[in-house]
T-cell receptor, first 111, second 115 residues
Framework: QKEVEQDPGPLSVPEGAIVSLNCTYSNSAFQYFMWYRQYSRKGPELLMY????GNKEDGRFTAQVDKSSKYISLFIRDSQPSDSATYLCAMSAAGTGKLIFGQGTTLQVKP | NAGVTQTPKFQVLKTGQSMTLQCAQDMNHNSMYWYRQDPGMGLRLIYY???????DKGEVPNGYNVSRLNKREFSLRLESAAPSQTSVYFCASSEIGVGSNQPQHFGDGTRLSIL
């Protein structure tokens, strides 16, 4: 069993929809949680970064962490065609610097 | 703002050939990383360097070597390329603060095909 599980999709939604992307994990030592967005033939770029449990909002994006359930989510409101990309969750334990990635979810937002 | 720069962007090799992938960052980060990305596998850590002068194995180090040349540069070498090493390779850098982890910043990758 992988330490981090992410539904690979693909996920296709109409423009304006609310998108929910999710990851589960097994290592209770993880404390830092990230979401990266990766466009085709580009490197991952940091979208959201949270520490421990709770919510964080940045514009149309909201990241949620539930450490008791070992579950993290990324919500995208009013999705746009420009949001079409692969979304990768990543997490690490304190002080290690080593990120463990999910497999990535490919999202397509149709105009 | 260059961030993390990787060279080359594309490369085709024959089985048994060697090559070095170059990575440089201009953010004055202490830590640098090499990943490979394969379909359905996400990113897997090959080697990392927590600080200048140190290197450690990641999840999939076999068949690779690394050199932390200075604070800015971290290279990945394939001594005898194999078809199983066909992949997209990403370099990343970050700071590790006391009691906190900083996110990693990635380059745009090297696409490597081994025939």
């Amino acid at each position: 069993q992988k330490e981090v599980e992410q539904d690979p999709g693909p996920l296709s939604v109409p423009e304006g929809a609310i998108v929910s992307l999710n990851c589960t994990y097994s290592n209770s030592a993880f404390q830092y949680f990230m979401w990266y967005r990766q466009y085709s033939r580009k490197g991952p770029e940091l979208l959201m970064y949270t520490y421990s449990s709770g919510n964080k909002e940045d514009g149309r994006f909201t990241a949620q962490v539930d450490k008791s359930s070992k579950y993290i989510s990324l919500f995208i409101r009013d999705s746009q065609p420009s949001d079409s990309a692969t979304y990768l969750c990543a997490m690490s334990a304190a002080g290690t610097g080593k990120l463990i990635f999910g497999q990535g979810t490919t999202l397509q937002v149709k105009p | 703002n260059a961030g993390v720069t990787q060279t080359p962007k594309f490369q085709v090799l024959k089985t048994g050939q060697s090559m070095t992938l170059q990575c440089a960052q201009d953010m004055n980060h202490n830590s640098m990383y090499w990943y490979r990305q394969d379909p359905g596998m996400g990113l897997r850590l090959i080697y990392y360097s927590a600080s200048e002068g140190t290197t450690d194995k990641g999840e999939v180090p076999n068949g690779y070597n690394v050199s932390r040349l200075n604070k800015r540069e971290f290279s990945l070498r394939l001594e005898s390329a194999a078809p199983s090493q066909t992949s997209v390779y990403f370099c990343a850098s970050s700071e590790i603060g006391v009691g906190s982890n900083q996110p990693q910043h990635f380059g745009d990758g090297t696409r490597l095909s081994i025939l």
